[in-house]
Nanobody, 120 residues
Framework: QVQLVESGGGLVQPGGSLTPSCVASRSVFSIDPMRWYRQAPGKEREWVATIDSGFPSYAASVMGRFTISRPNNRNTVYLQMDSLKPDDTAVYYC???????????????WGQGTLVTVSS
């Protein structure tokens, strides 16, 4: 089994920056796309950003402030978050479609989440 492990959450002041990361626990044949979701207290989980074959896309609420990246298309994805607002407070989850070995079926894997709190 492969797991996604997030890290890099924390407490930051409004207007600040944070860059959580997500890494697969082992080498796999294929991992694409990779996505970030978030869930604020009392709200539904919502999609934040995707990187698919190197191409990023973003939810309107984070466009221009967040940047998703996956250097060298390896098994790690980052979410650079700038100009953070209190409304960005949430647990941030990594998600990916993974093929562990060639010819395996694809499976969808979620990380355990990392808490981001934006507060003064």
């Amino acid at each position: 089994q492969v797991q996604l492990v997030e890290s890099g959450g924390g407490l930051v002041q409004p207007g600040g920056s944070l860059t959580p990361s997500c890494v697969a626990s082992r080498s796999v044949f294929s991992i694409d796309p990779m996505r970030w979701y978030r869930q604020a207290p009392g709200k539904e989980r919502e999609w934040v950003a995707t990187i698919d074959s190197g191409f990023p896309s973003y939810a309107a609420s984070v466009m221009g402030r967040f940047t998703i990246s996956r250097p060298n298309n390896r098994n790690t994805v980052y979410l650079q978050m700038d100009s953070l607002k209190p409304d960005d407070t949430a647990v941030y989850y990594c998600n990916a479609r993974i093929m562990v070995r060639e010819f395996d079926t694809m499976s969808e894997v979620w990380g355990q989440g990392t808490l981001v709190t934006v507060s003064s």
